[in-house]
């Protein structure tokens, strides 16, 4: 059975930077959209920025300028890249897969956190 694997969270001050991954293991066929979701303690899990197949992107207003998503489809990878990190960006990131028109993958979580 396929899923997410996540990696690249961590600790960074304030001003750094952080790359986020996220890779498939196993098969999906169909992949539409990939992209990653945070969920701070206390609030809502919140979209942050996809790619679509034809590589369009959309990123939420808060980290526009600052986030760049990626993705291999060769390799079922998505990729966060994350500069000028702000104290409230921390939160759990979750990567996700659309594939087959309705159907998601979520990754297990991984944590960021930003300190001032």
């Known amino acids: 059975q396929a899923k997410l694997v996540e990696s690249g969270g961590g600790s960074v001050q304030a001003g750094g930077s952080l790359r986020l991954s996220c890779a498939a293991s196993?098969?999906?066929?169909?992949?539409?959209?990939m992209g990653w979701y945070r969920q701070a303690p206390g609030k809502q899990r919140e979209l942050v920025a996809l790619?679509?197949?034809?590589?369009?992107?959309n990123y939420a207003d808060s980290v526009k300028g600052r986030f760049t998503i990626s993705r291999d489809n060769a390799a079922n990878a998505v990729y966060l890249q994350m500069n000028s990190l702000k104290p409230e960006d921390t939160a759990v990131y979750y990567c996700?897969?659309?594939?087959?028109?309705?159907?998601?993958?979520w990754g297990q979580g991984t944590q960021v956190t930003v300190s001032s």
């Open positions: 996700y897969v659309r594939h087959n028109t309705y159907s998601y993958l």
């Open positions: 790619i679509t197949i034809g590589a369009g992107t």
């Open positions: 196993g098969s999906i066929f169909s992949i539409n959209d």
